[in-house]
């Protein structure tokens, strides 16, 4: 996303059986403006679908993923909520909409 249009961005994809749903978040400063952070999200995630991956970018991606999940097994205090796959379950309440914005 273009830099200065969102405090701060998040997203994730619903762990289902078959592919399903990908939530993106973005948080935006009361002074920004909602419609250009969602503008901005929606273009950058409609250009993936066209996009090309460098074998770096990929390794790079897989690296990070991979990270994230060596220190969730190794976090004592996340084992209560840690899936037997050694993923963690996101909770709190879930929006259907795709792509939301909120202001912080």
Known sequence: MET???ADINGFPFQLKEPGMLMLFSTVRMEQSLDSARWAMEKSLDATRTATFTD????????????????????????????PSGLRWATGACSSSIATASRR
């Open 4 to 6: 200065k249009l969102a």
């Open 56 to 83: 770096e970018e990929v390794n790079r991606a897989k690296a990070s993923m991979l990270k994230d999940i060596e220190i969730e097994l190794n976090n004592s205090s996340a084992s209560a909520t840690t899936s």
